[in-house]
């Protein structure tokens, strides 16, 4: 009778565990619109929701009916771009986060209607709904356990970008991890990700880096350093491209580090994104390392401003880290022709945008600006990611060992899952044609 009841009870358990289903709704072998829709028996919940923002008009996620609540990773668009869409219809939708990521998102979602506003693109959001979604944040700490019916969540440090955060959903008996996007190494702006997680039965993870390594990044500085000194002795003037948010005042604290005897400016999104991730000081590796570093640095105001300090060697932080908008443009604008003049991309480059182009063939074409420019100046390629490089992506898999992985957020998931499967695990890379599944 025993050995009856164990059998029925192990059957019921199966049965509860089918109930549980993960539908991909984008980030399959791209890079963009992340979002992930997880359903049981009693919750609907989508995990990030974002936007591919190098495409012209921008792709978003494939559409989902209305969810419980939304877990967001972190800030950047191509996490958080599309979640507006839901409050074109809903006054209120929970959405949970680390509590820097509401500013940050609120900074980054303005700015993209405005940039579309620019282009001539229409988004399918208004700034209505954009003022809706951040007034529906409910902001969490990490390591604090919280509900969603049933469900419970736990946020761990991603390592990422400031706020960033691997989610934990405990549901029908399953840990499931959703990585966001994932660095394990410390950076001089934030600390590394959580290393002391719980048994994780399904992973679904990044994938961004898992066909190549990163370089080291003391010789990454040390390279980015070599440039700016070159170009200063040369009486020039060195634009240093990022992303507003983590890249910008990584590459500020690296300079710091090394010594600041020279003018250097901070222009374009990153005035605004500094400001707010030096209010949550605790997210910060070193408390009072931004401080330290403003105070050598000296914000652009405004174009007049510009057109002031490039007529004088000088040292230029700016957005625009894929070429295809921002104060970038400007710059490249004025000075592509100067010999003496140098331009660093510290950012991943998107196949498609500028930034790509001009490294494989020197020409700048931009035609949302109507740009083709063959550049005079020095131009050079730096990785300065915050992604996990391929045999950290392997080691952290081994390390949390866990039953089903789900491949996502990169070019080649496809091969990288052939290599997990390879390597004994059960993986799976989602495409548009097989995208959904029951864990």
Known sequence: MKRLKKKWLMAQKIIVNDMVLLNF??????????????????????????????????????????????????????????????????????????????????????????????????????????????????????????????????????????????????????????????????????????????KIDILITESTYSD????????????????????????GICLVAGFAVGRIDELLLVLDAYGIDYPLYIDGMAKKAITIINQYKNLLRVSDSLDRALEKTEYVKDERMRKRIIRDPCVILTTGGMLSGGPIVWYIKKLYNRKNCSLVLTSYQIEGTPGRTLLQTGNYI?????????????????????????????????????????????????????ELRDRGYDAYAPLATNRTFRV
């Open 212 to 235: 190549r390594e990163h370089p080291n990044r003391k010789s990454q500085e040390k390279e980015l350093i070599r440039i700016i000194e070159d170009t200063l002795s040369a009486d």
């Open 366 to 418: 931009n035609p949302k600006v109507n740009l083709n420019l063959k550049l005079s100046m020095f131009v050079q390629k730096l990785d300065f990611s915050t992604h996990l490089g391929r045999s950290e992506l392997f080691s952290f898999i081994k390390r949390i060992d866990p039953e089903k992985i789900f491949c996502i957020h990169g070019d080649h998931t496809e091969d990288f899952s052939a």
């Open 25 to 198: 709704l984008g980030g399959m072998s791209e890079v963009g619109r992340s979002g992930i829709q997880v359903e049981t028996k009693t919750e609907n919940i989508v995990l990030d929701y974002g936007t591919k923002i190098q495409e012209i008009p921008p792709k978003f996620p494939l559409p989902v009916k209305k969810p419980d609540a939304v877990i967001l990773s972190h800030c950047h668009l191509d996490h958080c771009g599309g979640i507006p869409i839901f409050f074109k219809t809903n006054s209120f939708l929970p959405i949970y986060s680390i509590d820097v990521t509401k500013p940050l998102v609120e900074l980054l979602l303005l700015d993209s209607l405005k940039v579309s506003r620019e282009e001539g693109v229409e988004l399918p959001f208004t700034k209505q709904n954009v003022e809706k979604t951040v007034k529906s944040f409910l902001p969490k700490k990490y390591h604090k356990k919280f509900q969603i019916g049933k469900t419970k969540i736990t946020f761990y440090d991603a390592g990422h970008i400031p706020g960033s955060a691997m989610t934990l959903l405990e549901v029908e008996g399953k840990n499931i991890l959703y990585t966001g996007d994932l660095n394990v190494s410390n950076t001089r702006l934030i600390k590394g990700a959580d290393r002391d997680l719980p």
